[in-house]
């Protein structure tokens, strides 16, 4: 079993020298931790555990076999206490998990990293609001972007329900993912726009107190992140050189995010030429009252409703009049939002709105969110 | 012992309801930690070790008392393995560490957190260099900046040699600092440029793989980071509205920043008017042999030595010949590298050179490290 002779082979030989983690060519990969007093120890690699074997005083180890060209994850647990690994600096946050991951070249994966070609510029910015006095957003601006008299169409992209501003960089990758896809030809240069979809938070964890607790769940949906992002059109638009058309601006978010994209869109529905729902949900009624199979979603519309809630038919209806150029849905065949989107599908082909709809693989999860980046923004702005 | 109502509370409330920690009005926290099979349970916050006692089936806890206002940084120890508080998002990496954070409000703790007042943009960009293709810094541009037809001066701000170009916004909470100190008028409106001073890497691992290990120490000063400092300046100089005169540039870093800090301004001599060394080292011969009492440090000169090394003296006189507005050193009094700054203040008080000495308690630590910031940034541009 060689060494695969690439750059990654020196992050994770660094790695083993010291701790953890040794690459092989057939995609296999050796984990190790060292804990004199462990009797048990397990490494969680993307959402799949495996036990390790201890190999002599305190040195645990197990071999994964046949990982694929991916971004992986990893996290130890040692006696059942979550452990990063303390030699690789190489890590995400997730909420309020952080793990480790390493990028196994080839394919799609190689999209998630930084290659030697020309890179946008990352920003993390505030902007006025109406309900609160500032929020951050970040913002990718691409390549060549600052150089000429250009003008840029724009997507705006959303997290999911425990992510931030930050989100769709960290996990997301979208700063790699974008500067390869324009490197490659595959995408248009645009601006990506990445503001924080949780009203109680002003800003990502890393850098503001929230004023609310995240776990309080009634202050996610309220329709105010929906009903204000003209803010965040408004602030983008006057601040940045945009095309200022419809056809010129996409919106897309996963899960809680792909549910914002989808009220926003119907709400300012002549604003949208684009709409990717990655793992969305759509309703505002619990879950488990929508995710019953053979039951079709309804969307509220009590005056007590938020009004981005109030009126979803009738703006859909508008929408779809105006022909937006893409309506994209993507889900893995066993998310748990799986059944939701059967039925929101069923709803699209009973009115006769067109869509696209990609199924693939796995479930609510950041490789298919990655994967799925991927595939949205090449059918961005064919004509710009 | 009531709880303290201010937005704080909110962040440890929230904690606490789920697993962690609890805020006391009289600086005391309760660290609680639940683990079915633990039999030892520490928690470290910031460098003290205190051990927590079982109180029930599976609850270790410890009521850490009279924390002063600062941001405290904590990590549990289950049974010696390293542990997050899994319900707390705060957290911060150094290195390859990574470990919770809160902060205690007042005092100047309060200028390492976000407040309502104008914020500046954080940009992460990437600039061409003659050594490698690309290389990737975050620039902090303060709150008018874009506003108007304004030239700013220019902090370059370096990290020590785990750090990267986050480390400063990350650990340092330089925008938070910024903003602060600017809003409460104790500051000049300036831009601030953080640099990735390791050269083995192009970008922080969150965004990139390292081509070099960062243990391999000898790749750290072989002088090319300062050598090469100009490209850095240029393409600032060239793509922000800065002022390019002397008088409008500082330049400041801590520990091997520092380092950096005090070869860049003797190399570049005549280009910068304000020089901070926070916790510094000087000298590219081993610590061993220059930290002795007794032991003046000296400069390697032989023509093998990197052209930077080679004329310190020479360029020093040149430097101090030019009259530099602020030459600022600051350093702990239990820090590592304290005997190695006695003998460079020798030797700058041998040559009769001015500088600024600031001793504070406490050691090589980022809560000296903020604190520096926050004493320096005032003195900065006074005529501006």
């Known amino acids: 079993m060689k060494r695969i002779e690439t750059w990654i082979v020196f992050t994770l030989l660094m790695v083993m020298r010291l701790q953890a983690q040794v690459l092989q060519e057939d995609g296999s990969v050796l984990f190790t931790y060292t804990h004199k007093e462990a009797t048990k120890a397990v490494v969680v690699v993307d959402n799949t555990a495996y036990p390790m074997q201890k190999q002599d005083a305190d040195m645990w180890e197990v071999c994964v076999q046949g990982l694929t060209p991916n971004l992986h994850t990893y996290l130890f647990y040692i006696n059942d206490v979550p452990a990063l690994d303390q030699r690789n600096p190489h890590r995400m946050r997730d909420v309020a998990s952080t793990f ?3 990028i196994l070249p080839g394919g799609e994966a190689d999209m998630y990293q930084a290659q030697d070609v020309p890179h946008g510029t990352v920003q993390q910015v505030w902007y006025p609001t109406l309900t609160q006095t500032q929020r951050r957003m970040s913002i990718y601006l691409p390549p060549s972007y600052g150089q000429g008299d250009r003008y840029y169409p724009v997507l705006y992209l959303l997290h999911g329900s425990g992510g931030d501003e930050l989100a769709w960089l960290e996990l997301g990758r979208t700063a790699e993912i974008m500067d390869n896809l324009i490197a490659a030809g595959k995408a248009k240069e645009m601006i990506v726009v990445m503001p924080n979809g949780n009203m109680y938070q002003e800003a990502s964890p890393t850098y503001c107190a929230e004023r609310t607790p995240w776990s309080d769940s009634k202050v996610r949906l309220q329709g105010t992140f929906e009903e204000t992002f003209s803010d965040v059109i ?3 638009e006057k601040n940045y050189r945009t095309i200022t058309k419809k056809h010129a601006r996409a919106i897309a978010g996963l899960s809680m995010g792909g549910y914002h994209a989808m009220h926003i869109s119907h709400y300012f529905n002549q604003m949208f030429d684009y709409v990717g729902l990655f ?3 759509y309703s505002t009624i619990p879950i488990e009252e929508r995710n019953m199979p053979g039951m079709k979603l309804s969307f509220p519309s009590e005056r007590t409703t938020p009004r981005v809630y109030r009126n979803v038919e009738k ?3 508008r929408q779809f009049a105006a022909k937006p150029a893409l309506y994209w ?3 893995g065949t066993t998310d748990f939002l799986y059944q939701e989107n059967v039925q929101y599908r069923a709803f699209l082909d009973s009115k006769g709105y067109p869509y696209t709809y990609y199924e693939s693989q796995g479930g609510h999860s950041w490789d298919n969110w990655r994967h799925y980046l991927t595939l ?7 004509h710009l």
């Open 376 to 382: 949205f923004v090449p059918q961005l702005f064919p």
């Open 100 to 102: 480790n991951f390493f």
């Open 315 to 317: 703006d859909l209806e």
């Open 329 to 331: 849905i993507a889900i």
């Open 279 to 281: 793992s969305p949900t």
């Open 234 to 236: 408004s602030f983008v």
